[in-house]
């Protein structure tokens, strides 16, 4: 029988004075380092292109099988049945490989107290010992792999079908306004943007971001979701919804392009005639989103076209004479690959924040 190359073992060839173990060669604990949001922010600003090719290189390698993306793990509580903190635990090969876990909280009654929504922090661990070597503050980085990727997918998916040239955002958050950036900042312009959101405050506000950015088109404010569906091409929901809102499948007539950005917005019916795209398969299909809804009511999964990264290799060529809607679960490898990104740039451009000695009892007997 062959060892396992991380085995400890030795053969009959190995003489006790050669052999060593596997992990008696040299090992240097890493530093630790406290990566704030102002930092990420320096690292992240101006640089979408390059962080759209990033995310799009690491669906790649997610698709190719060079990563480990376990199941997101949900805390509840039953005495607050709107909140959440999630744990997306991951691990990113290739060239510049990580482990880590994004830890982020949604509570939405944080909106109406004036704070945002969503906090997040990123723990990044060393591939060679498993130390975790930086804390990143990560509702940017979160913002960002999010925006990213739903502008990958409108532009992938938007290359056997009409160009958009009408936008409409329904949900009007944080998430909504780095979406706008990365479309605008990666070639997107559009003559019309509609925005419409439950709160007649956040509508208002987000239409005034989108005429301080200087956008070229035409901002209106819609008072029914039915009317920004049905003038936009492109459809963008970014809502923090815990069940399908939208059921009307005749809005859709007109064969847009849906970002199902927050998964939850459409009722199982609306997909089941629509042609769907997702990141992850195995991701999307639980914890009662649409598509999961969905796969309930069919019995199967052949709703689904196939994933992003399918789009991508050319796999798979979505048809233009349907709806065509992705829904991104949203991927762990996403915010390694761009926690990384962000803690590489911060070393070479700046100090990095080390909180000297961490890590202390290093020694094994003390």
Not at 304 to 333: E, K, Q
């Amino acid at each position: 029988m062959t060892a396992h190359p991380t085995t400890a073992t030795r053969t009959a060839t190995t003489t006790p004075s050669t052999w060593q173990h596997p992990l008696a060669r040299p090992q240097h604990v890493p530093s630790f380092a406290v990566i704030s949001g102002a930092q990420v922010q320096r690292a992240l600003a101006g640089r979408e292109k390059q962080v759209l090719e990033l995310v799009e290189a690491t669906y790649r390698l997610h698709g190719a099988g060079s990563s480990v993306n376990p199941p997101s793990y949900f805390l509840r509580f039953p005495d607050r049945p709107t909140d959440r903190i999630i744990a997306l635990p991951a691990s990113l090969g290739g060239d510049n490989h990580v482990d880590g876990i994004k830890w982020i909280s949604s509570f939405p009654r944080n909106v109406g107290a004036g704070i945002p929504r969503a906090s997040a922090v990123l723990i990044l661990n060393d591939h060679d010992t498993g130390y975790p070597f930086a804390c990143l503050e990560s509702s940017i980085i979160s913002a960002t792999r999010t925006a990213a990727s739903a502008a990958l997918a409108a532009d992938r998916l938007s290359r056997n079908r009409r160009r958009p040239t009408r936008v409409g955002f329904f949900g009007t958050g944080l998430i909504a306004r780095y979406i706008h950036t990365y479309l605008t900042a990666t070639g997107w312009s559009f003559d019309d943007i509609g925005v419409h959101d439950l709160s007649p405050d956040s509508a208002a506000g987000f239409r005034c971001y989108l005429e301080q950015s200087g956008t070229a088109g035409r901002v209106t404010v819609h008072d029914s979701a039915e009317e920004l569906i049905r003038v936009s091409d492109l459809v963008v929901f970014a809502t923090v919804a815990p069940e399908p809102h939208v059921s009307e499948r005749t809005w859709f007539a007109h064969n847009p392009l849906v970002l199902h950005i927050s998964l939850r917005d459409l009722a199982p019916e609306i997909l089941l005639d629509a042609t769907n795209i997702v990141d992850d398969v195995e991701h999307c299909l639980k914890a009662n989103t649409s598509p999961h809804l969905a796969e309930q009511l069919a019995g199967n999964r052949d709703f689904l076209h196939g994933t992003l990264n399918d789009v991508i290799t050319g796999r798979t060529t979505p048809p233009a004479d349907r709806p065509l809607i992705f829904s991104p679960f949203g991927l762990g490898v996403l915010d390694l690959a761009v926690g990384k990104y962000v803690y590489d740039e911060t070393a070479r451009s700046e100090r990095l924040q080390i909180v000297e000695d961490f890590f202390h009892e290093l020694r094994r007997h003390g």
